[in-house]
C-alpha cells in the first residue's frame, strides 16, 4: 500500500517549474532603436544577403543580411537602408539592415498584365534610360510604351535612347514619340539629327550619357542586345558580360541576371557624387497589372485637368463613356497639341490592356 499524502500540507510554492525552452527573456515587441546606425544604399541582392555602400566610402561593399523584424520587408537595389554591426566591409563580415527608409520611387513590374504582384526593378530612381536598337534587334514600340507607363506611374522622368543608328536611321522611330515631348538620345548622327540640326547629339555617346547623368540615379532597361551592358561597362569602368543577337530569332542573349547599382565615373575613374547607373535584368516582359491610369494621366500635366470630369473607374479609353479628357481637350485647355497627345496617351494606356501578341508576354513586345 502506497504512501498516503496530505494535500494539505502543499502550497503553490511546492510546483516544480519547468525552465522555457525559448529562454528566460521577457517577450516584448518594443526593438531597439539603433540610434548609431549608418544610412547606406544597397548596391545588389544576392539571395538574402545584400551589398550595401556607405556614402563617406564609396569604394567600400558591405554584405549584410536583414535584422529579425524585418523578414517580411522587401528591399531591393536603389533602397536606402541603416545597417549595424561589422561595417568594415572585409571578407567574412557581415552586417544587419535595421530600417528600410521610404522610397521616393519605385519602378516596378508584374509577370503580366493580370498578375498584381509588383515586382521592383529599383528603388528611389529618378531617370530610366529605356534602351533600344534601331536595327538587330529590331525596335518594339509595345516595349517602350510599357515602360513609359511604368515611369508616369512611379514619377521617374523617362529618356529614350536609342543605339546602332549606323545601321538604320531613327527619324520614324522618334516620330512616333514626337507628342510626347519625350526626351530621346542616339547613338550617333542621323538624317534626323542633321534635319534638326540638333548639336547637343555631338560627340561620342558615352560623353553625352555621363554628362546627362552626372548627379542622378538612373536606371537602364531594354531588350538584350541593344549595348546596355557594353555601354554601361564604358560608363562605370566595369566589366559586365556583354552578348549577341542571335541570328536566327533576332533576340538578344541575357547577359544581366541581376539589377546591380554602379558608381559613374570621371574621367580619372573617381565616382562622381550622388551619381549612380543600374544595370537590370534583360526584361523581356513588363507587366502592368498594378497600374492605376489615372496616376498615368496625372504625367501629363496637360491632359490632367480633364480628370476632374470622369466618371468613376474611368479607364480613359476613346470607348470609355463618361471620360472627360474630350471635352477638356475640344474646350482648348491642353493647347493645339491636345489631340495628338490624348491620342498618344490612349496608345499608352490601350497597349497596357491589348491582346496577347501584343503585351509583355510577349517578348520584348
Not at 520611387?105 to 536598337?133: K, P
Not at 496637360?302 to 474630350?326: I, N, V, Y
Request: aromatic content about 4%.
Amino acid at each position: 500500500m502506497g504512501r498516503r499524502l496530505d494535500p494539505t500540507a502543499w502550497d503553490e510554492a511546492d510546483i516544480r517549474e519547468r525552465p522555457s525552452k525559448r529562454g528566460t527573456r521577457p517577450r516584448t515587441k518594443e526593438r531597439p532603436a539603433h540610434e548609431d546606425a549608418q544610412t547606406g544604399m544597397v548596391t545588389t541582392v544576392d539571395r538574402g544577403r545584400y551589398t550595401v555602400v556607405l556614402p563617406d566610402r564609396p569604394d567600400e561593399r558591405i554584405t549584410a543580411m536583414r535584422a529579425r523584424e524585418l523578414r517580411r520587408t522587401p528591399i531591393a537595389t536603389g533602397d536606402r537602408v541603416a545597417v549595424v554591426g561589422d561595417l568594415s566591409g572585409d571578407d567574412g563580415t557581415l552586417a544587419r539592415v535595421v530600417r528600410v527608409e521610404d522610397r521616393g520611387t519605385v519602378l516596378r513590374r508584374s509577370a503580366d498584365d493580370s498578375d498584381e504582384v509588383e515586382r521592383v526593378v529599383v528603388a528611389n530612381a529618378d531617370t530610366l534610360m529605356i534602351m533600344v536598337a534601331a536595327a538587330n534587334p529590331e525596335p518594339r514600340t509595345g516595349f517602350i510604351d510599357r515602360a513609359l507607363v511604368a515611369c508616369y506611374d512611379a514619377g521617374i522622368h523617362p529618356v529614350l535612347l536609342i543605339t546602332k543608328t549606323d545601321l538604320r536611321d531613327p527619324a520614324e522611330l522618334v516620330a512616333h514619340y514626337e507628342s510626347l515631348d519625350l526626351e530621346v538620345m542616339t547613338s550617333g548622327a542621323s538624317t534626323f539629327e542633321a534635319e534638326t540640326g540638333d548639336t547637343e547629339l555631338d560627340g561620342s555617346l558615352v560623353d553625352r550619357v555621363a554628362q546627362r547623368l552626372e548627379g542622378h540615379v538612373a536606371a537602364f532597361v531594354g531588350p538584350s542586345g541593344v549595348g546596355k551592358s557594353t555601354l554601361l561597362n564604358a560608363l562605370t569602368g566595369a566589366t559586365r558580360a556583354t552578348g549577341h543577337v542571335n541570328a536566327v530569332t533576332g533576340r538578344g542573349r541575357h547577359t544581366s541576371s541581376s539589377a546591380l547599382a554602379l558608381p559613374l565615373t570621371d574621367a580619372h575613374g573617381a565616382p562622381l557624387p550622388d551619381t549612380w547607373v543600374v544595370d537590370t535584368p534583360g526584361i523581356r516582359s513588363f507587366g502592368l497589372g498594378w497600374v492605376d491610369p489615372d496616376r498615368v494621366v496625372e504625367a501629363f500635366g496637360d491632359l490632367a485637368g480633364g480628370l476632374e470630369d470622369c466618371s468613376r473607374g474611368c479607364t480613359h479609353g476613346a470607348d470609355s463613356p463618361g471620360c472627360g479628357l474630350d471635352p477638356w481637350v475640344a474646350a482648348g485647355h491642353a493647347g493645339a497639341a491636345g489631340p495628338a497627345r490624348l491620342a498618344s496617351l490612349r496608345r499608352l494606356l490601350g497597349n497596357r490592356s491589348t491582346a496577347e501578341g501584343e503585351t509583355s508576354a510577349s517578348s520584348e513586345d
